[in-house]
């Protein structure tokens, strides 16, 4: 098991340390990332792509993570468990989504609580495809690739930001300046 995680819960979340010492899960049988670096300073990018591309499956059930990490295992032939919550289901289609349970948290926001029995039978059918479904991942992340992005979204919004700006400047112009009067219409004659 590789765990790619805060061990210690830092931000509200479960002391993974604990929780598997607890389980009884012997230690030579999990790797972790080191903590300094993947918390602190930040993976590398090669060492992520590594690691996703030696992976088997993401099992990536957050309670609310809603994009990144799933398009980045799918790019690199990795099917995904996600939870079907937020924009999960959106970016994971080399995979399976989990359900659960609503939970409104102390973020003040909706969360969902995955479903540990669905857990455990994705990973059952992951054990059995997930390598069949490693074409299908690289295939669908590629419209997340930057270049595909960049042309097909950000280059109208770019356009649409500046036409917006260019129709601000205008009307700020023309409320600064009083409106010409034309000399026909007061009555005054050539």
């Known amino acids: 098991l590789y765990l790619h995680t805060d061990l210690l819960g830092m931000a509200k979340g479960v002391n993974i340390g604990q929780l598997l010492a607890s389980l009884g899960v012997p230690p030579r049988s999990v790797i972790v990332a080191d903590q300094y670096q993947s918390q602190v300073l930040g993976a590398d990018r090669s060492y992520l792509r590594d690691v996703l591309v030696a992976t088997?499956?993401?099992?990536?059930?957050?309670?609310?993570?809603?994009f990144g990490v799933q398009i980045e295992a799918q790019a690199c032939g990795t099917p995904v468990i996600a939870t079907s919550h937020s924009a999960m289901p959106e970016v994971v289609e080399a995979g399976w989504l989990v359900g659960g349970q609503p939970d409104y948290t102390y973020q003040e926001s909706w969360m969902m609580i995955p479903e540990v029995e669905e857990i455990v039978h994705a990973l059952t059918e992951a054990y059995t495809m997930a390598e069949r479904?490693?074409?299908?991942?690289?295939?669908?992340?590629?419209?997340?690739?930057?270049?595909?992005?960049?042309k097909?979204?950000?280059?109208?919004?770019?356009?649409?930001?500046?036409d917006r700006v260019e129709a601000e400047v205008k009307r700020a112009a023309d409320q600064a300046e009083p409106p010409a009067v034309e000399k026909s219409r007061i009555g005054v004659e050539e």
Do not use: M, N, P
């Open 56 to 66: 088997d499956v993401l099992l990536h059930t957050s309670r609310s993570e809603g």
């Open 133 to 150: 479904q490693a074409d299908r991942a690289i295939e669908f992340a590629k419209q997340y690739e930057a270049d595909v992005v960049f």
């Open 152 to 162: 097909k979204y950000w280059k109208g919004i770019l356009r649409e930001i500046e």
